[in-house]
């Protein structure tokens, strides 16, 4: 039956946690997977998820959710990205389903795309580069994927005109996908000023963005300003779509809780288009589960415990921003020629450090240092007690 199988390759980024574990050496670091970990690079459980799991232990039955998800997890996760006073909300204009956190979002969505729209429209815009999995999941829903520049080598920052002049040139009413903060994996996102330009240029085109929102808090600290450039298309009156993912910013990876929304014209519209997301899901799923979607709206549905949410993201923001610092620091007191300025520009949980394919190879094999090839650091990894062996590998091996 099963003799045409092949091995399929291993998962880009997958792929290289799979590695790490099998290493034996102590000294090994993983910085691959963008999950984080405390400062002894242990995987953290946040205080807000622990003491929501109390309040919740025996209080539910198992039933199936509801094919669209739990309603309060919804309606908190609408709060988060769109405001918490937001017209689109108290106006039932948004349709929104739970999702098997951002990935099943954006797997929903791009399904949806490729029932609804007329050939002409059924296309996918991605910043060059994105998040690797984003290729595997339009591809897998048979829609067609382009590109707009986004990254410019030389300044490890925005290419922002190149950028500019692609929302330009692409026909009319194209689908945009656009990170909303913490760009994966370069870490480059756009100023607020870039923001209403790039939301400008989308009026006059009649582009639709979809906003990946993996890591609302996890830029600035600040879940509201990390909400920044959705809430500028949403003042400019743009129709868009936000798959939200709870793994890193509440720390719930494996509980698979996320959210997909889609604004629409009126309320009808919005009914309508639930009704279609809930149908993409049935036969792939039926219906989503139970318990991390209860710790989210416990979590966000309780103010006391959603200032100890608040505390916490930014305590992980922080951490992740002070050993930026000390990663740039120790390069340069390790008197690296290169310039490692870009390391505390980019912000999240990535360092698009600029490391050739063949450098991390070379950190692999003779440091175990663990990341994906394309030279993206997951600073989430990076601990006090690593840090200093991580600067002298990355300096052994970017000395010409
Ligand atoms: C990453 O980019 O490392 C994370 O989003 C984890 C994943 O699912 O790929």
Redesign the pocket.
């Known amino acids: 039956w099963w003799r045409n199988v092949e091995p399929a390759p291993k998962d880009y980024?997958?792929g290289v946690t799979e590695a790490f574990l099998a290493d034996r050496s102590p000294d090994k670091v993983n910085v691959g997977?963008?999950?984080y970990r405390d400062d002894k690079g242990k995987p953290v459980v946040l205080e807000c998820v622990r003491e929501a799991e109390r309040r919740i232990m025996g209080s539910f039955n198992m039933e199936y959710l509801p094919m669209g998800g739990n309603a309060t997890m919804i309606e908190e996760s609408l709060k988060l990205a769109y405001g918490e006073k937001s017209d689109l909300i108290k106006d039932k204009r948004i349709a929104a389903i739970q999702t098997l956190s951002g990935?099943g979002a954006c797997r929903i969505f791009a399904d949806f795309q490729n029932r609804f729209l007329i050939p002409d429209h059924l296309q996918i815009y991605f910043p060059a580069p994105t998040?690797s999995?984003h290729h595997c999941i339009w591809k897998d829903a048979h829609v067609p994927q382009r590109s707009y520049h986004y990254y410019h080598p030389e300044s490890k920052g925005l290419d922002f005109g190149a950028m500019m002049g692609d929302i330009k040139n692409a026909p009319k009413g194209s689908i945009f996908l656009l990170h909303a903060c913490a760009h994966?994996?370069t870490g480059v996102d756009p100023t607020e000023e870039q923001w209403r330009e790039i939301s400008q240029q989308f009026k006059m085109n009649g582009h639709f963005a979809f906003f990946d929102v993996?890591y609302q808090g996890l830029a600035s600290g600040n879940p509201e300003k990390d909400a920044k450039a959705i809430r500028i298309f949403l003042e400019d009156g743009h129709p868009i779509g936000c798959a939200q993912s709870y793994a890193k910013n509440m720390g719930l990876y494996g509980q698979r809780v996320g959210c997909l929304s889609v604004v629409c014209e009126d309320e009808k519209q919005a009914v309508a288009v639930k009704s279609q997301l809930q149908q993409v899901a049935r036969p792939m799923y039926s219906n989503p589960p139970v318990h991390g979607a209860l710790v989210v709206s416990t979590i966000l549905g309780d103010p006391n415990l959603k200032n100890l949410w608040l505390g916490e993201v930014k305590g992980m923001a922080d951490r992740i921003i002070g050993m930026r610092t000390a990663l740039r620091e120790n390069l340069e007191k390790l008197g690296s020629p290169l310039s490692w300025e870009h390391i505390t520009n980019q912000i999240g949980m990535f360092c698009y450090s600029g490391m050739t394919p063949e450098q991390v190879d070379r950190l692999t094999k003779e440091y175990h240092i663990y990341m994906t090839r394309n030279g993206r650091i997951?600073m989430a990894g990076v601990t006090t007690g690593n840090v200093g062996y991580l600067a002298n590998a990355i300096h052994e091996v970017t000395r010409s």
């Open positions: 980024i997958l997977v963008g999950a990935t998040w999995t994966n994996p993996a997951s």
